[in-house]
């Protein structure tokens, strides 16, 4: 079994910060990208950022310049500081891990349960 736990969400007001963490623990090899993806209310999940193992980044436009994952191998963790945050990034984050369970194997993609991130005055 394979665990992905997120913590840091909460309510902020525009123009501030939080940092989301994401752990995967359990049956794990090796992890391959590792992200965060967002879904607002009445729309489709999207993705924010992801990270390689080799620490290659993409980001979404919209949070380019204000949001930056970060990754720490050995503790098969990635965060995401978000600045300047606005309204808009309102909406549940969801960590996404591509894991290979046992050396070998396929990699499979695996999911959070999500924490939700409020900006509001």
């Known amino acids: 079994q394979v665990q992905l736990v997120e913590s840091g969400g909460g309510l902020v007001q525009p123009g501030g910060s939080l940092r989301l963490s994401c752990a995967a623990s359990?049956?794990?090899?090796?992890?391959?990208?590792m992200g965060w993806y967002h879904q607002a209310p009445e729309k489709q999940r999207e993705l924010v950022a992801t990270?390689?193992?080799?620490?290659?980044?993409n980001y979404a436009d919209s949070v380019k310049g204000r949001f930056t994952i970060s990754r720490d191998n050995a503790k098969n963790t990635i965060y995401l500081q978000m600045n300047s945050l606005k309204p808009e990034d309102t909406a549940v984050y969801y960590c996404?891990?591509?894991?290979?369970?046992?050396?070998?194997?396929?990699?499979?993609?695996?999911w959070g349960q999500g924490t939700q991130v409020t900006v509001s005055s």
């Open positions: 359990g049956n794990i090899f090796s992890i391959n990208t």
């Open positions: 996404y891990a591509a894991i290979i369970p046992s050396y070998g194997s396929s990699w499979y993609p695996y």
């Open positions: 990270i390689t193992s080799g620490g290659r980044t």
